[in-house]
């Protein structure tokens, strides 16, 4: 672990940041002018290529994409995608089960198509009688 931020080693902060700042369309441009006039795309751009990021420049990071520091510190790939292979299978996706499709849409069209025909033949009655008078 970095005595400046306390992350495991695993963790790659500078990956983290350019995650967070794609996820809100942010171009590096953009952020190094946030961060000011100290930067520019290129040293963003290094700044991404870091595993392990000083502390007071992540902390401004973090405050202009509006993410918590720990955000950028914690995300971790491969426990990200290891819950995602573990939980993501033809019956656990969001309890699938419970949301089955139970309702033939040909039968609901066929009912559909009877009520018409109720309607159909009750309108056929009407204009009969108002013929009739």
Same mark, same amino acid.
């Given at each position: 672990m970095s005595a400046t931020t306390d992350t495991p080693k695993n963790i790659h902060q500078g990956r983290n940041i350019k995650r967070f700042r794609e996820m809100l369309g942010l171009k590096q441009e953009a952020l190094a002018y946030a961060l000011g006039e100290d930067w520019?795309? /290129?040293r963003v751009s290094l700044l991404e290529a870091k595993e392990t990021i000083e502390e007071d420049v992540l902390i401004q990071v973090a405050e202009i994409?509006?993410?918590p520091v720990d955000a950028i510190k914690n995300l971790d790939d491969n426990k990200a995608v290891n819950i995602i292979a573990n939980t993501f299978n033809d019956e656990a996706v969001a309890y699938s089960q419970y949301y089955k499709c139970t309702i033939n849409p040909m039968e609901k069209w066929l009912e559909s198509l009877e009520e018409i025909k109720l309607l159909h033949?009750?309108?056929? /009655?009407l204009y009969e009688r108002l013929l009739d008078k």
């Open positions: 520019s795309q /290129k994409l509006k993410v033949n009750e309108i056929k /009655k």
